[in-house]
């Protein structure tokens, strides 16, 4: 069993919806937790870094976490076409940054 | 934009021969790591650096090795390229204490034929 499970997808939507992404975690250790985005052919790019448990909000985007489940979540509001791309959520340990350990991604579709 | 450059950003080789690809920043960071990404698997760690010549090992770490003898480049070197090496290659850096978030480059597109 893989430490971090993410539904590959792919999710699609209509332009405005309200997009939940999801990963669920085994290892209790993990105190950091990362949103990625990573258009086709470029780099993840960092969306969300949250410690511990509790939500964040930056603009559409909320991130939650709720450690008690082992499972985080991404909201999108308002989703537009230019979010269409894969979301790959991340976790470190409280020690040890080069053990973050990174989901497979969900591709998620936005339609106009 | 987290200062970093991979090169190059596409190649092809054949079976046997030896592959070494660049990652190079612009900022000073002690941590850079080097990543593959393969579809279901997502982003594995090959080999990490905690400074110049101090590098270790990650968790796909067979038929690979690194160097680092300068703070703002770090080499993977696939010593001899098998298909299995065909795969996406990101290199990262850590931008402040350790268990600040990762910040990705754009990736070098390996095939192996």
């Known amino acids: 069993q893989k430490e971090v499970e993410q539904d590959p997808g792919p999710l699609s939507v209509p332009e405005g919806a309200i997009v939940s992404l999801n990963c669920t975690y085994s290892n209790s250790a993990f105190q950091y937790f990362m949103w990625y985005r990573q258009y086709s052919r470029k780099g993840p790019e960092l969306l969300m870094y949250?410690?511990?448990?509790g939500n964040k909000e930056d603009g559409r985007f909320t991130a939650q976490v709720d450690k008690s489940s082992k499972y985080i979540s991404l909201f999108i509001r308002d989703s537009q076409p230019s979010d269409s791309a894969t979301y790959l959520c991340a976790m470190t340990p409280a020690t040890g940054g080069f053990k973050t350990i990174f989901g497979a991604g969900t591709r998620l579709f936005v339609k106009a | 934009d987290a200062g970093i450059t991979q090169s190059p950003r596409h190649k092809v080789t054949e079976t046997g021969t030896p592959v070494t690809l660049r990652c190079h920043q612009t900022e000073n960071h002690r941590y850079m790591y080097w990543y593959r990404q393969d579809p279901g698997h997502g982003l594995r760690l090959i080999h990490y650096s905690y400074g110049v010549k101090d590098t270790d090992k990650g968790e796909v770490s067979d038929g690979y090795s690194v160097s680092r003898s300068k703070t703002e480049d770090f080499l993977l070197t696939l010593e001899s390229a098998t298909s299995s090496q065909t795969s996406v290659y990101f290199c990262?850096?850590?931008?402040?204490?350790?268990?600040?978030?990762?910040?990705f480059g754009n990736g070098t597109r390996l095939t192996v034929t």
């Open positions: 949250t410690y511990s448990s």
């Open positions: 990262a850096i850590r931008a402040g204490q350790d268990n600040s978030p990762l910040h």
